[in-house]
């Protein structure tokens, strides 16, 4: 009888995306214009799909399919994922969108096809990609890492509020309204007493637990990449690596790049030993590092989603960041800087999390 039921179920979502597909060919014959991106279903009726003003009445007279995914190609062909009867289920239908392509020629990242090691190892740290986060937007990323199923990359560049890669063309009014606290007086949960940055010399500080995590700076990149239509929303219950803040909740569609990735890849808090490709698109003309393609003065570093060992009662001092120059440590431009206070106004680069079959590979 189960089998029966998942058979069952398995044609209801096919017909369903099937139906789907012959509706946005009626859509795009009537209208005379193509559609494409995610859609959602209507509360009311399962059978009308939205995107902003743009309806799509689907002609389908099976049981109610609901998806948690739903994709509109501009060719046409859709992708369905998480779909069930009724409810949220784990059903797909069609393919995803390739979202992630290979550079062809590496600005300071590799091209994926170039390593003598590509056929065994599909994805590694350090890969070039420019990905389309949203229709005709393509922004260049790098791996960081990866899991069975998932990629993690690392935006070349830091991002401003609007969501756009920060460049030596942007204005430096825009770069400046571009950095932002890890944590805020505002945001800030723990029960110690948050009093400014004012207390590297103080002569004794109480040391606390912090439960409030980088609320201020993910709220920031969450705007940021509100309209990244193309990346699926992060699902991700995250713990301090020292459990100083714990079940921090990422759902938007990027987080900030964690400390064990960081090391991962080379990155340390005692020499410059971080891989070009993570640093590169900051620090200015003093901390100059040898190869670095392009300085951008006003960009010094960006936030890293963990903390160090101890935080302090005096500007809850001391979280990691990773600095694209040696800004306010020793001379090395690429390391882990230990030393940083929450209230500091720094960077953010962030870090999408894309399906392996959403990646366009070299065969």
């Known amino acids: 009888i189960e089998d029966a039921r998942e058979e069952s179920n398995e044609r209801s979502v096919d ?5 789907i597909q012959n ?7 009537n209208n005379n214009e193509s559609i494409s991106g995610r859609f959602h279903q209507t509360k009311e009726d399962k059978k009308e799909l939205v995107q902003g003003t743009t309806k799509l009445t689907v002609e389908y007279d099976g049981e109610d399919v609901v998806c948690s995914t739903i994709e509109i190609h501009k060719d046409g062909t859709i992708f369905l994922d998480g779909c069930g009867i009724k409810e949220i289920g784990d059903l797909s239908y069609g393919t ?44 260049k990323f790098f791996i960081l890492s990866t899991t069975e199923d998932k990629v993690n990359l690392l935006m070349a560049n830091n991002i401003t509020r609007s969501g756009e890669p920060i460049t030596s063309e942007t204005p430096v009014n825009v770069i400046s309204t571009s950095n932002v606290k890890w944590l805020s007086e505002d945001d800030y949960e723990g029960e110690g007493t948050f009093s400014g940055d004012d207390c590297v010399s103080a002569d004794e500080v109480t040391i606390f637990p912090v439960e409030s995590g980088p609320i201020t700076a993910i709220d920031y990149l969450n705007d940021a990449t509100l309209t990244w239509d193309n990346i699926d929303n992060l699902n991700e219950t995250y713990t301090d ?22 090391v991962d890849i080379g990155c340390d808090s005692k020499g410059g030993n971080c891989p070009l490709w993570s640093i590169d698109n900051g620090g200015d003309q003093s901390y100059y590092y040898e190869g670095t393609q ?15 060992e101890k935080m302090y009662e005096c500007g809850v001092n001391s979280w990691w960041t990773l600095g694209n120059s040696a800004w306010e440590i020793q001379l090395a431009p690429a390391v882990l800087l ?26």
């Not at 500091?344 to 079959?357: A, C, N, S």
């Open 15 to 19: 017909m369903f995306g099937r139906s």
């Open 338 to 363: 230990d030393n940083y206070i929450a209230s500091t106004l720094t960077g953010v680069r962030p870090v999408i999390t894309v399906t392996k079959d959403q990646i366009e590979n070299n065969e």
């Open 241 to 262: 690596k020292n459990e100083m803040f714990r079940n921090f909740d990422l759902i938007g569609k990027a987080r900030l790049p964690k400390y064990q990735e960081l």
């Open 96 to 139: 995803r969108k390739k979202i992630c392509k290979p550079v062809e020629v590496a600005t300071t990242g590799i091209v994926p096809s170039s390593r003598e090691d590509y056929e065994t190892v599909k994805y590694k740290a350090g890969d070039e990609y420019t990905c389309e986060v949203k229709d005709g937007i393509w922004y």
């Open 294 to 308: 392009t300085l951008i003065p006003g960009v010094g570093a960006y936030w890293v989603l963990d903390t160090r």
């Open 23 to 29: 509706a946005v060919a009626r859509y795009q014959l």
